[in-house]
């Protein structure tokens, strides 16, 4: 006797997809430190603006106030704008566009460094050269392991979001799937056999003609 049956294939072939689904999400990605990377260079940066006088430097008064003006313009941007991406990075740990802003940021001030220690090569006293030298040095380190640190989450991010599209196309692939049945065979069926008639024929016999 046969018996249709609804097949789980669909439900079995679904499941994987469903568990690969979920297993692609992405873990929470680790936070990007640009506070604790770069404020201890920010405050090296600043103390050693602090401690220099561009008035003091042997140069042309048109040089020293390009410096000045290049110092004046790096304290305002540590306490103000910079100040305020900081902030905003830490309060979303492990986003890129907030890192990046600070990182261009930080990209920009570190140009308007090297020119005030270009400058104070050639003009300043060899304490305050080398203290500039040394800030920029740290600056520039900490600036290279913020871009690290962004390359990495933003593609780690790209990895995660391309592991979900596969997933979630598999899964709407395996939905469109139709439905199967499955036919199940018990055996053959007992059949009845036809009954035969054990009775001679009853039909006349021709007559034979008489001579």
Do not use: C
């Amino acid at each position: 006797m046969f018996f249709p049956r609804v097949s789980l294939a669909l439900l079995t072939a679904a499941l994987p997809w469903s568990v690969s689904a979920q297993g692609a999400a992405p873990a929470a990605d680790p936070p990007i430190s640009v506070s604790g990377t770069l404020r201890p260079a920010l405050a090296q940066v600043s103390q050693t603006l602090n401690g220099i006088n561009t008035k003091r430097w042997k140069a042309p008064n048109e040089v020293k106030s390009a410096a000045d003006q290049d110092v004046s313009s790096i304290q305002r941007d540590l306490s103000g704008t910079l100040a305020g991406l900081l902030q905003q990075s830490d309060s979303s740990p492990g986003s890129v566009p907030a890192a990046f802003a600070v990182y261009r940021n930080v990209d920009a001030l570190y140009d308007t460094l090297l020119r005030v220690v270009l400058t104070a090569n050639l003009a300043a006293p060899d304490t305050e050269a080398n203290a500039l030298q040394g800030a920029l040095s740290t600056l520039e380190s900490a600036r290279s392991a913020i871009g690290d640190s962004i390359l990495n989450a933003s593609q780690k991010q790209q990895s995660d979001l391309i592991n979900i599209r596969t997933a979630l196309s598999k899964a709407s692939a395996v939905q469109r799937a139709p439905v199967t049945t499955t036919v199940v065979d018990d055996g053959p069926a007992t059949q009845t056999k036809p009954k035969h008639s054990s009775k001679k024929s009853t039909s006349p016999k021709p007559a034979s003609n008489p001579q």
